[in-house]
């Protein structure tokens, strides 16, 4: 599952250092490539001739050879990783990580790194349980991290609790089961369409009515699909956000009638449909062509309703397509994401929360609930988005095999 994988292996200074050995040992004959930085402290408890032997790399450890000035690019080595390993990650590195303190080499190759970072976190029991140490795990975990949980037992400095770094077998096997669960192709040769971002309503050539969407929903839930072997058709609204995935096919729009004439076009070729976008409801009835100069103290603009996209969607829905809404209520929640999950035709919705702190518009994070046609509802904790794009493709993929054996 590793062979051919390339890890970054950040070591920070604690302890549990000395585990890294066996780790990389571990690693290396699964068939993986383990790139090793040490923080200055790390060397304290493992030199780096050990890690460069068991890795058979270099070991880094400062940002340029003081010997010949070759620099070591933490751009190019995050780009080169599969997955970064933080571990032992000390409370001092969390720290670091979670606020972008970028003072050495391991921390700017984590804040330049886009594969997935896995931590480790090794301290005291009473460093680990202190609320600042709580803050910044949950802040990491909010960005999309995989946090290892540290296992209870005997410490170095006597005590008996939690905040030993989990054992080297127990990271690979977390790591094994991330691959496995990254490279399952269960939607291989599906098509889906996702809709995602805002929509802008032009008023005239400087000003429009949109919302706060930044689009980070329907782009995670995209890449989850193409991970598991989709071909995605996305159709953005204006986002500053970019994809990054070969089977994602991006069509960008801004209005809702641009996006509905989009989403209908493709539609009829499509095997699901996910729309995330928050679309406006009304659109100005007159554009002006000109910017519309001020001469009073009040204007009034005139409003007419836009295209509901699923609703549309839902109306040309055949027996062995999914299509999947979205919902942002803030009274009477479930009662109105049923009336909308019928009236739409709908096979779930899902919906957003705007009352939770870390819920919403412009976060790295979500909570939602799902609805299904049979009613039943499944609520979901705090969690990164793209953890959340994960419920909702696995959602899609039971209702993709449901809709297959009724239609055998």
Not at 59 to 71: C, K, Q, R, S
Not at 94 to 103: L, P
Not at 129 to 140: D, F
Not at 296 to 313: C, F
């Amino acid at each position: 599952m590793l062979k051919g994988k390339k890890f970054i292996l950040g070591i920070s200074g604690g302890i549990a250092a000395y585990k890294c050995a066996q780790l990389t040992r571990l690693l290396v004959k699964e068939g993986a490539e383990v790139q090793v930085i040490m923080t200055k402290l790390a060397k304290q408890f493992i030199t780096p001739l050990t890690m460069a032997t068991l890795s058979k790399r270099p070991i880094l450890v400062e940002f340029f050879d003081p010997e010949n000035g070759a620099w070591n690019s933490h751009v190019d080595t995050g780009l080169w990783a599969d997955a970064m390993i933080v571990a032992p990650a000390t409370a001092n590195t969390m720290g670091k990580m979670a606020n972008g303190v970028a003072d050495n080499l391991l921390i700017t190759t984590y804040l330049s790194a886009r594969c997935p970072v896995f931590v480790a976190p090794t301290m005291d029991l009473d460093m680990y349980q202190h609320p600042s140490t709580q803050t910044n795990m949950a802040t990491l975990k909010s960005y999309g991290n995989h946090l290892i949980e540290p296992n209870d037992g005997e410490l170095a400095s006597g005590l008996v609790g939690k905040g030993r770094m989990a054992e080297p077998e127990e990271i690979v096997a977390a790591l094994k089961d991330f691959f496995l669960k990254k490279n399952k192709a269960d939607l291989s040769g599906k098509k889906v369409l996702v809709t995602a971002g805002p929509t802008h309503e032009k008023i005239d050539p400087v000003r429009f009515i949109g919302n706060y969407s930044s689009g980070k929903m329907g782009y995670a839930i995209a890449e989850e699909l193409a991970e598991r072997g989709a071909e995605v058709t996305l159709v953005s609204g204006p986002t500053n956000l970019k994809v990054c995935h070969q089977n994602i096919k991006r069509i960008d729009v801004v209005s809702a009638e641009q996006m509905y004439l989009a989403s209908q076009e493709k539609f009829g070729s499509m095997d699901a449909a996910i729309m995330s976008a928050a679309v406006a409801d009304y659109t100005p009835a007159v554009k002006a062509d000109e910017k519309v100069k001020r001469t009073a103290d009040n204007m009034s603009v005139e409003l007419r309703a836009t295209k509901d996209i699923a609703a549309e969607l839902g109306k040309l829905k055949s027996d062995k397509q999914v299509l999947v809404g979205f919902a942002l209520e803030t009274q009477d929640v479930i009662a109105n994401g049923e009336l909308k999950l019928k009236k739409k035709n709908l096979d779930f919705i899902v919906l957003n929360s705007l009352k939770d702190k870390g819920a919403g518009f412009n976060t790295d994070t979500n909570k939602v609930t799902f609805i299904d046609k049979e009613n039943k509802t499944t609520e979901f904790a705090l969690k990164s988005k793209v953890e959340v794009a994960g419920d909702i493709v696995d959602k899609l993929v039971d209702c993709l095999q449901s809709k297959n054996l009724t239609n055998r």
